[in-house]
C-alpha cells in the first residue's frame, strides 16, 4: 500500500545550482535527496517541495513529500538517509502524512530570512551564509520601508524579469527588520513569493539604510510595477526558507526557526504590522 511521507530538510545551498533537480553534471539538492532516499526506500523516489529555492540559497526548513510502499521507522527516514546524504544537506524531521497532503499546494505561508552582516571586513566565517555590507545601515529606516510591502500588492517591481508565476500578486503577511548583533535579519513571511522577491527586497532596504534612497523609495518602487525601478538584486549568501505554514490537521512536524547560528525570536515580537 502506498504511503506518503513527509520530510523537513536542511541545507547550505553554495555549492548547488538551486534547489531543482537539472541536467546530468549540474548539483542540485533535490537530486542529491532522491538518490540517498531511494537507497533506503529500495525503490526510486521523487520528491515534490514547499518552494524551490535558487542556485545558493539555504534553507533550515524546507519542507518536501514522496510517496512509498515500503514501511521504515522515521530513523530510517532521517538519521538512515542522512548516511547517503552529502554534508551540507540533512534531513531533521519525518512523518507520515495523510494521503491528501501536498508539501506546496496545501501551504498556508512560507517564509524567509534574508541575514546581512555588516561590518568592516568581510567575515571569513559564514561567508557563504550571510550577504555582507561594510556600509552602516538605519535599521529604524529599513523597517519603516518595510512596512510598505505589507497586504496584498503587483509586486511587478520585485520580481525576476524572467519569472514564470501566472500573477504578480502576492499577499505579505509579515516583514520585519530586525537587528541582532552585527547581523541584520529580514524576516518576511507571505501566502507566496516570485521569483527574486526576497532578495530584491533587500537590494532597496539595503540602498535605504545605507541612505543612499530615501525611505519613500520603497512605495515609490513598489507603485511603478517595473522591475527596471527595483534597484539591485542583493546576492543569494545571506537567504534562507526557514518555515512554511499548513493546516494543523496535517500534523506536519514543526522545527525550531532557523538558520541555527542566530536566536530564536517570536514573530509576533516584531510584527511590523502592529
Known amino acids: 500500500m502506498t504511503k506518503k511521507v513527509v520530510l523537513v530538510i ?3 545551498g553554495s555549492e548547488y545550482k538551486g534547489w531543482q533537480a537539472q541536467k546530468y553534471g549540474v548539483p542540485s539538492v533535490q537530486e542529491n535527496l532522491e538518490k540517498a532516499l531511494a537507497v533506503i526506500a529500495n525503490h526510486p523516489v521523487k520528491v515534490i517541495c514547499a518552494g524551490r529555492t535558487d542556485s ?32 551540507d544537506i540533512r534531513v531533521v524531521a519525518a512523518r507520515y502524512v495523510a494521503d491528501d497532503f501536498h508539501a506546496r499546494f496545501s501551504a498556508l505561508s512560507r517564509r524567509y530570512r534574508y541575514v546581512i552582516y555588516q561590518s568592516a571586513f568581510c567575515p571569513a566565517i559564514l561567508a557563504n551564509g550571510v550577504t555582507w555590507t561594510y ?49 541584520i535579519v529580514l524576516d518576511v513571511r507571505a501566502n507566496a513569493f516570485l521569483h527574486h522577491m526576497i532578495r530584491n527586497f533587500a537590494g532597496v532596504l539595503m540602498s535605504i539604510g545605507a541612505g543612499e534612497k530615501p525611505v519613500s523609495w520603497a512605495k515609490v518602487t513598489l507603485d511603478a510595477k517595473d522591475r527596471t525601478k527595483g534597484g539591485i538584486t542583493a546576492p543569494p549568501t ?4 526557514v518555515d512554511v505554514q499548513y493546516p494543523d490537521s496535517f500534523n506536519v512536524p514543526v522545527c525550531q526557526l532557523g538558520p541555527h547560528f542566530l536566536p530564536y525570536v517570536e514573530e509576533s515580537d516584531y510584527d511590523v504590522s502592529s
Open 10 to 12: 536542511e541545507y547550505d
Open 56 to 87: 545558493g540559497v539555504h534553507a533550515s526548513a524546507q519542507v518536501v513529500h514522496f510517496e512509498t510502499d515500503v514501511e521504515r521507522n522515521d530513523r530510517a527516514w532521517t538519521l538512515g538517509v542522512n548516511t547517503y546524504l552529502p554534508s
Open 135 to 183: 556600509k552602516t545601515l538605519n535599521v529604524e529606516k529599513m523597517k519603516e520601508a518595510a512596512a510598505v510591502f505589507l497586504g496584498t500588492h503587483d509586486f511587478s517591481s520585485f520580481r525576476a524579469i524572467g519569472c514564470q508565476a501566472n500573477t504578480p500578486i502576492r499577499t505579505i503577511l509579515n516583514f520585519d527588520v530586525q537587528q541582532i548583533g552585527q547581523y
Open 238 to 241: 545571506g537567504l534562507y526558507f
